[in-house]
């Protein structure tokens, strides 16, 4: 009873922190875009836990998290052309990168998903009300902060600049050809059977023992930079998009769940064990 308490007040902790960054990031009390972007994106979570619950699956998360974020953007793509009345290209190119991102990775992980037949980290959670229905918030809570950023410039006017849109833009480039690249590298490794029950060490697996979340996280403060110039007043809330990626990624649901989970696996291996202590767990060594 105490742990379901607990994480109920987490679920409300969270409607906390988003209501305050919503407050935060609102031009003006005449402009409910925030609200209704905050809105959308719980209750997708929320319509899609119900079914995933009772049925006791994790197949559709990762996929829903991409369906919200495309349905976030859009949505607001077409919320600030009917208030502002045009589509600047800051809009348009930050609506084109997270849509991009979201299709090609919310596929990927779901055909992963698919083919393996479940996601080991959904084991003990789904079996639990309230630890599944907090996962779900949490993915809520991922959506919502990722794309902070971008929302933010979206409730504002459009504005006339290059250098921020071109810096930022290159930034999310970079990374994303990182992550695509990591997943690929994986991918192949682990379809040849003679790897099986092996560990990747090639290619930007030498660099970073999770160089597909080190590209997430350059991306994503990319999609930062491109709204810099908007940000007025608590709108500069929005610089917390990386660290928060950076923290969700590495001590949430990422590097952290990994890292044990590949210590029970090869913790007797001594070529694992060499492999630890020469590549960095995250940023990436390039010489």
């Known amino acids: 009873m105490k ?7 987490f679920i409300l902790s969270i409607f ?22 905050a809105l959308l994106i719980f209750g997708i979570q929320l319509i899609v836990f119900i079914p995933s619950y009772l049925a006791q699956t994790e197949h559709f998360y990762d996929l829903t998290g991409g369906i919200t974020y495309l349905s976030v953007m859009s949505f607001m793509a077409y919320r600030h052309q009917e ?17 991009l991102w979201a ?42 902060m990722c794309t902070y950023p971008a929302l933010i410039a979206l409730v504002s ?19 994303w050809g990182y992550e695509v690249v990591a997943d690929y590298q994986k991918t192949r490794f682990n379809s040849d059977p003679n790897n099986a029950g092996k560990f990747i060490n090639m290619g930007v697996w030498k660099q970073s023992r999770h160089p597909n979340y080190v590209g997430e996280w350059v991306l994503w403060t990319g999609i930062t930079i491109i709204a810099l110039p908007v ?9 917390i998009t990386p660290v928060f990626v950076y923290w969700l990624l590495n001590k949430v ?20 064990q060499h492999y630890k202590k020469e590549t960095p767990v995250f940023f990436p060594k390039l010489f």
Do not use: C, H
Request: no cysteine; glycine share 8%; net charge neutral.
């Open 231 to 239: 940000y007025e007043s608590g709108q500069w809330m929005a610089l």
């Open 83 to 99: 208030i502002f009345g045009d589509w600047d290209v800051r809009s348009l190119v930050l609506t084109a990168l997270i849509g």
């Open 3 to 9: 742990n379901i308490a607990l994480r109920l007040l």
């Open 253 to 272: 649901s990422g590097v952290n769940l990994l890292e044990a989970r590949a210590d029970q696996k090869w913790a007797d291996d001594p070529a694992y």
């Open 103 to 144: 299709i090609r990775l919310s596929s990927f992980l779901f055909t992963r998903v698919k083919r393996v037949g479940k996601d080991g980290r959904f084991d003990e959670l789904k079996t639990s009300f309230t630890r599944f229905l907090l996962t779900w918030m949490l993915q809520g809570l991922w959506v919502f």
């Open 16 to 37: 906390l922190f988003v209501g305050a960054l919503v407050y935060a990031g609102t031009p003006s009390p005449s402009n409910t875009m925030l609200v209704e972007a």
């Open 157 to 175: 006017p459009s504005e006339s600049e290059i250098v921020y849109l071109t810096i930022g833009t290159l930034l999310w480039l970079i990374g």
